[in-house]
């Protein structure tokens, strides 16, 4: 079963969002499988975004990610890196759908309320550098039937 990493930036907690967000993936049918909210140190931060330290926004990004908790999540599923990025909706929020997460809650791209890994082989990266093994949890909730034939 795959499984990604998602966050919850410190927009989307300030907000309010955490509920909203997280009943989006579970009404969706994906499982959590590793949840904690924390104050992210900025080595983590920056070796989160390392494939963007030479991008004009990077100082602004590690300075926004680390500056109030993040909502740091693992969810399951089928083919769940693809279709969690299209629950979360294009990087800058005036071009996402309504519907999606950041079409329906942000307006700036600094300000996007959430974080979702873009492949599987990053999704397993960024998971191994957020959690550590005894975090997660591997389970098969008894809905499963009614969500997967
Ligand atoms: N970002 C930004 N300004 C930009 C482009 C990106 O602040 O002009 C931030 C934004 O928070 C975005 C993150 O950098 O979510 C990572 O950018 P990426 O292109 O990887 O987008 P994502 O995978 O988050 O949709």
Request: hydrophobic share 45%; no cysteine.
């Amino acid at each position: 079963m795959e499984r990604t990493f998602v966050a919850i930036k410190p927009d989307g907690v300030q907000r309010k969002l955490v509920g909203e967000i997280i009943g989006r993936f579970e009404a969706k049918g994906f499982t959590l499988v590793g949840l904690k909210q924390m104050m992210v140190p900025k080595e983590l931060a920056e070796k989160h975004y390392e494939a963007l330290n030479d991008k004009p926004f990077f100082n602004g990004l590690i300075e926004f990610i680390t500056s109030g908790p993040v909502v740091a999540m693992v969810w399951e599923g089928d083919g769940v890196v693809a279709s969690a990025r299209k629950l979360i909706g294009a990087t800058n929020p005036l071009a996402s759908e309504p519907g999606t997460i950041r079409g329906d809650f942000a307006v700036n791209v600094g300000r996007n309320v959430i974080h979702g890994s873009d492949a599987l082989e990053t999704a397993q990266r960024e998971i191994a550098l957020w959690f550590s093994e005894e975090q997660l949890s591997d389970w098969t909730p008894t809905m499963m039937p009614w969500i997967h034939e």
